[in-house]
DNA sequence: ATGAAAGCGCTAACAG
DNA sequence: CTGTTAGCGCTTTCAT
């Protein structure tokens, strides 16, 4: 059998306490005896059983990450960060994927809260008002990732999306191009739905006509869309709503006879690895995936500890936007 | 405060016992009796905690994922089909990276053992027998996949590396090329040792030369490697370790001023997403990563709910051979 | 078929 | 500073 605490306890010649209390670094402890119940940790292997912690002590030592699917290459990046971030900080990391099903993430939520999770990373599709009352009911704290809500109760991390797709837009109108069309993500995402809000934005702001397709966050989309646009007109630029979209909308304009930037010039939006694998290589809004999960981690874990009473904090971290080949041109802030 | 089982208990009139049969399934429980407790749960929207029923049961419901690098777009999938299978079998997952870091990788498995995990899908770099020994004493269940070992008492998943690799070499001798250079992964990992070895058998059993150059499992090893070989020589097919490291190739081959397939050929391994996204598309081995993770899945819960005593079972599933652009000619099967 | 009681491994007052 | 005593929420004998 695994040695427990009290093992240890009789092993030093002490009470449970004090091993507790040795091996949650309390203060008060001789320390001739803590070198002691060290000493018997050590001879014995002993180690805390994390769920008898939690269970007393109704904390708890695990953080839940949610998203849509690891699948998407923006994803592992964000996990990573999560992850790297979590155990730094003595977290274990629960994760699952909703493939932007809201039932499936409510089911997940629930699963989480009852395996006592810490605190919940979410990147989540659609988030009504009713939605933030449920959370909010479950007592326990949430930080959002790249789906914001305005005025929500929680922390968020997040690019500024609106800002970073008006510029992308802005950039290829600069460079001369006037039919621009936008090949946006599901409407019930709400990044995708501010990315498609920048755009129309932009171009009406410039005396343009939108031209927006909307389909998943897919390369098959991507390809789908950007295939029965070139069977009907032929745009002189995209602005798709992610990389993995742009990528397939590459191709189908490759597979039309056409070229990029000659023909067409390509934007995208995340920088995944591949944007700079392509060829041409992708032109694209780089997004710091890495670093907003380790934001939203510390967001999470300050929460965690005790900082109930402060407002909600909406962290905006910059967004750079990268020319490469898919699109023509100088640079114009060069 | 969120009731427990005896709040449900006192509001059915009946036994913290008999609730717990209730919501164990167990028959012997009275038809009405049943009811009246159901009823009182959905009254009280209770949900047993999973952490007290691991402590007091000492079995677990969660399950832990150790990979090197969700990063790589190859594990992602496989994370995803042992996602997906463990919440099917109402699992929930844990998981980490290790960077393919002993180190690390020992600590992650402590820390999960430390959550109580009910067992653990590793996918481990070198695995001795020593190491082997450490994770008997463990006693919990583990899966492994990809990295195999001859002989080890645990349940494994994998394709069959070696004749994988010999099949994709073999492929490239009969399409009549003799300086075939291989770009293998890290040797400490054993699927890259695998088909380096199978490479060498290859090339050997043809009167061939093998030219072998090791770097780690990334695009810019690929990249890296491929120019310093050009550097010196000019090989007529690159046979890489993984997908990554071929499309580096390609890249530092494109950039050389040389043409993928004209002059030198490129097959890869995994067939990741991008293999069939890049230009040319990339001629790889396709690893059914999905499924390699709900099989898995699938093992280790078979051996948590008691298999101890049946041997080792090490599945292979097969892989397929995808000829695409990056290689010229008839598939010599047609 | 149901209930009473002990206990999983740990923490957290409360004494002293 | 250290030990004693209750639990945390649930499962699991053992009676009945």
Redesign the interface.
């Known amino acids: 059998m695994k040695p427990t605490i009290l093992d240890v306890a009789k092993h030093a010649g002490v009470s449970k306490a004090t091993v507790s209390r040795v091996i949650n670094n309390n203060p008060k402890v001789n320390n001739e005896i803590r070198e002691r119940v060290y000493a018997a940790i050590e001879e014995l292997g002993y ?6 912690r ?2 007393a002590s109704s904390t708890s ?2 953080l839940g990450l949610i998203l849509p ?3 998407n ?1 923006y ?3 964000l ?2 960060g999560i ?2 971030a979590a ?1 730094r900080l003595g977290y ?6 909703t493939d932007n099903d809201p039932k499936i993430e409510q089911e ?1 939520i ?7 999770v810490g605190g919940i990373i979410l990147i989540s599709s659609i988030l009504g008002e009713d939605k933030v009352n449920e959370l909010q009911e479950l007592q326990i704290p949430f930080v959002l990732c790249d789906r914001l809500i305005q005025g929500s109760p929680f922390d968020t991390v997040s690019i500024d999306n609106y800002k970073a797709s008006y510029e992308a837009v802005t950039r290829l109108i600069e460079q001369g191009h006037t039919r621009i069309c936008h090949l946006a993500g599901p409407s019930l995402v709400q990044s995708a739905e501010m990315r498609k809000q920048a755009y129309s934005d932009a171009m009406h702001e410039h005396g343009l006509e939108s031209f927006v397709r909307i389909g998943s966050f897919t ?1 098959e989309a991507g390809y789908q869309l950007m295939d029965s646009i070139l069977a009907e007109t032929k745009p002189s630029a995209v602005f798709a709503a992610n990389d993995l979209i742009a ?2 909308a590459m ?1 189908a304009i ?1 597979n039309r006879g056409l070229n990029v930037p000659g023909d067409i010039a390509v934007v995208g939006c995340d920088d995944i ?2 944007a700079q ?3 041409p290589t992708l032109s694209t809004i780089s997004v710091p995936a890495y670093q907003i999960g380790v934001t939203a981690v510390e967001l999470l874990v300050e929460r965690m500890r005790g900082v109930k009473t402060s407002e909600a904090r909406n962290v905006v971290v910059e967004h750079k936007f990268i020319q490469r080949e898919s699109m023509n041109g100088e640079d114009p802030r060069t």
Chains 1, 2 share one sequence.
Do not use: C, W
Not at 47 to 52: F, G, K, L, M, Q
Not at 92 to 97: D, V
């Open positions: 180690h805390p059983s994390a769920i008898a939690s269970l030592s695990t699917d690891i699948t290459p994803f592992p990046v996990a990573r992850e790297d155990h274990t990391l629960f994760i699952s994927n997940y629930q699963k989480m809260v009852h395996q006592q390369y990528l397939g191709n490759h690895l591949f694998m392509s060829n």
